[in-house]
Every structure is written in C-alpha cells, then in structure tokens.
C-alpha cells in the first residue's frame, strides 16, 4: 500500500479493504525503518496521526467521510506552522519553537480529515537546491541514497518517492517545488502566485513564496490542490477568486490547448540527454491534441540576476525577526546589542548568513536603486513579455514547455554525493562558471493560472 495513490486509498476505505489506522500503522512503521537513511523527517508526530486516524475511521464506518482526502496519509514541509508541533525551518535558530496556531493550509487540511504524519527536512528556511543545507542533517534521494533529493523542499519529495508519506506539501520560491519533484520522480506543483494563502508560512520571500503539492500521480495533485485553494482574509496576497473544479478537469487533457516554447529555453551548453528528452516529450503533447508554439521572451536571461537581488533582500528583510527578543534562539551578552549577535551568529547557518549579507547589500543606502529597484524593473518586464506572448489568456497559451532543470539528469545521476553539489548563490559570490550560475534560470517563473 505504500506506493499507491490517495485515490487508490480513500477508493479502498469506501470499499471496506482498508482502514486509515492500518494505513497509517503501516507508513509509520515504514518511516521508523528507514527515515534513519533518508532523513525526510525532522519530526513524526505518531501519537497526532493515530488520533487522527482513529477519528477518520469513525467516519468511513458511518459512510460519512469528510471528502476525498479523508484519512490520506500526508507530510508536512517544516515551514507551515502546525499548533503545538514543533517548527524549526530546518535551523538551530527555530529547533524548539512550538506555534500557537495553525497555517491556513494546515487548518485547511485538518478540515479535510488528513493525517499529518509529521513535518519533512529542508535547506534551512529554504535557501537552498539539495537539501543538504539543514541544521540537522541532508536528506537523501530515496532512489539512490548517494544522491541528493533536490531542494528546498526535499524532504517532502524524498518522503513521497520513499513511500514515506501519501502525498506531501513544500514552498517553492524559485523552484523549491518543482526542481525536487524532477530529481525524486514524483508530481510537484507551484500553484500561481496568491491562489494558495500564505498565512502560518514562515516567510523566505514573501512576494515570491508559494505553498503547492507533491503527489505520486496528477489526480491527487489536483485533489490536493483543491483542499487548500482558496482565497484567506489573513493573507493580503491571496486571490479573491473562485476555485476551480481541478478533478472535473483531468478529462479534458490536453487537446486544443496552446503550448508556449520559449526560444530562450533552450540554450547552449545544455546537456543534450535533457534537450532530447523534453522536446521527445514536446512531440507525445504534440501527439495528444496540443499545439505547440513558438514564443520568445528575451527578458529570460536577466531573470536570475534579478532573482539573486530580489530574494535575499526580501530575505534579509523577513529574517531580521529573529533576533533573540521575541522568540526562537537566545544567546546570552553582555547587552541587547551583544545578545542579538551572538544569538543571529549561533541560529543561523552559513548558506543564510551569505543571502543574509547579499540582500542586507542590496537594501543599502547607496544601493537600493542600484540593485534592488532594477531588479524589480526587470520583474516587470519580465510579466509584461509573458503577457505579450498570450500567457495572460489561460485559454490560449495554458502553459509553457521547458526543461524544469537542464541539471536535472545530471545532478541526480552524475554528481556522487562527495562532491559540493552546485549551489546558485555560491556562483554569484564565487563567479563559479556557467554550470551552477544557470542551474535555476528555468525555475524563477510559474504561468498557468490555476
């Protein structure tokens, strides 16, 4: 049962083959045995998931089930602040905070009767590609344990291509999502920006973070999706906009829809394993009814430059709570000046200290204009030629088509874990040649409106 999907799950908890106790005895079970190895979780919260469990059983036997996702064994990324469960983004500087309140999407998801089996690793308040940037310890790609998950949301895609969880939730700012589904072969979702309420997220970049969905298949994607959709009077970001029936539309496939290929995506240098593979796949959407189109969007190679300014400033800005005062990590000075320094120098780790450094920079007096505010200029082009290129009408252009990560074979397949696997903001600081500099250009935009 640890590889099927929830559909498969809940189909068999109708049919009375199944209960969500047994269901979720066994994946915590199978998480003792083997999250020693693969490190998808900081947490396991047994005693919550059997209770939960317990109570989903209670309704299947009444024929009274709370919905699709009732009794669906699920993991939780460790950002999403869960009421009385410890949240510690993956860093020292939040190991023993325990929220008072629950994310949305978390009270949304409790709301459709999940059980949540604990809260998964990742690089420390998701800065970082490989999950090897925890406080704690890396998680390790449950296909090939000498390979990396991707990241930052790698030990929610490990846990889901481990048969450690159902199906499980991340944050994807530049790719956080997306680039970990492609390593661990799995489905992973950015959802558009807004669509997914970002209260109870502890905040990377706050105008580029969003919460979306790992899943073994594409029907319990949209099942997934469509639990915590929707808009949130507490999140000012979030759409005010009816949620679409997800489920009602997988039949329509994808006949008659506009596919966008962006010239700029496909560039030198590119391993030619990934460029066969995606335009192979290009040709099987081809083939079901699609049409392919060629667009430009010639903006696309100032993106990163414009992301590497945009996310660490608004992550220096975001991590400045953090300060010894009100919660989380306190080291003892000799004053509240001293105090501050020794507790930011002892919780955060050496990957957040150098975004920390950049974007502090960039927010300077002297500099703000300089980088940050072009930056931002950039960003509006950046929409303004996808608007252009018609993927402002979801009913012509839905998506565009790429390679999600042209390292995405490489990384997974070539690098063994002794080696430094690439980091992007390293090649910023270092000027490190193109191989890492590039790694993320694919992954700093999401289009389809959903």
């Given at each position: 049962m640890m590889h099927r999907p929830i559909h498969e799950l809940t189909d068999a908890y109708r049919r009375g083959e199944l209960t969500p106790t047994a269901v979720t005895e066994?994946?915590?079970?199978?998480?003792?045995?083997?999250?020693?190895?693969?490190?998808?979780?900081?947490?396991?919260?047994r005693e919550h998931a059997l209770g939960a469990a317990s109570e989903s059983d209670r309704r299947w036997r009444a024929g009274a089930p709370l919905g699709p996702l009732d009794g669906a064994p699920l993991a939780l990324k460790d950002v999403l602040c869960t009421r009385g469960v410890r949240t510690t983004c993956g860093s020292k500087m939040l190991e023993k905070f325990v929220p008072p309140y629950d994310a949305t999407v978390v009270e949304r998801l409790r709301a459709a009767g999940v059980v949540v089996l604990g809260k998964t690793n990742l690089d420390e308040f998701a800065m970082g590609s490989s999950t090897e940037h925890s406080a704690f310890y890396p998680t390790r790609n449950p296909w090939d344990l000498s390979r990396v998950p991707g990241g930052s949301s790698g030990g929610s895609?490990?846990?889901?291509?481990g048969g450690l969880a159902a199906g499980a939730f991340g944050t994807d700012t530049g790719g956080s999502i997306r680039q970990p589904a492609a390593f661990c072969g799995v489905v992973g979702m950015k959802p558009t920006y807004g669509r997914v309420s970002r209260y109870g997220l502890i905040a990377l970049a706050s105008s580029l973070d969003q919460i979306g969905p790992f899943a073994q298949d594409v029907e319990d994607t949209a099942l997934l999706l469509g639990a915590i959709a929707g808009h949130d009077r507490r999140d000012s970001t979030s759409i005010a906009a009816p949620v679409p029936d997800y489920m009602a539309e997988l039949p329509r496939g994808v006949e008659g829809l506009t596919l966008g290929?962006?010239?700029?995506?496909?560039?030198?240098?590119?391993?030619?394993?990934?460029?066969?593979?995606?335009?192979?796949?290009?040709?099987?959407?081809?083939?079901?009814?699609?049409?392919?189109?060629r667009v430009s969007l010639p903006t696309t190679r100032h993106a990163l430059a414009a992301y590497y300014i945009i996310l660490p400033a608004e992550a220096s800005s975001n991590l400045a709570r953090y300060d010894g005062v009100k919660y989380g990590l306190r080291v003892a000075g000799r004053d509240l000046?001293?105090?501050?320094?020794?507790?930011?120098?002892?919780?955060?780790?050496?990957?957040?200290?150098?975004?920390?450094?950049?974007?502090?920079?960039?927010?300077?007096?002297?500099?703000?204009?300089a980088y940050y505010g072009k930056a931002q200029s950039v960003r509006t082009l950046v929409r303004r030629e996808f608007?252009?290129?018609?993927?402002?009408?979801?009913?012509?252009?839905?998506?565009?088509?790429?390679?999600?990560?042209w390292l995405e074979r490489l990384v997974p397949r070539a690098l063994p874990r002794t080696l430094r696997v690439w980091e992007p903001l390293d090649a910023v600081l270092a000027d490190l040649p193109l191989l890492r500099e590039v790694s993320n250009m694919f992954l700093v935009k999401a289009v389809r409106h959903v």
């Open positions: 066994a994946y915590l079970a199978r998480i003792a045995a083997h999250n020693d190895r693969v490190g998808a979780y900081l947490s396991v919260v895609a490990a846990a889901v291509a290929l962006p010239d700029e995506y496909f560039i030198d240098g590119m391993d030619p394993e990934v460029e066969q593979a995606v335009r192979e796949a290009i040709e099987v959407l081809r083939g079901l009814g699609a049409r392919i189109e000046v001293d105090m501050e320094s020794r507790t930011r120098a002892a919780g955060f780790g050496t990957e957040v200290k150098r975004r920390i450094m950049l974007g502090t920079y960039a927010l300077s007096a002297g500099y703000y204009d608007a252009a290129a018609g993927f402002q009408d979801v009913e012509t252009h839905g998506v565009y088509l790429g390679p999600i990560n």
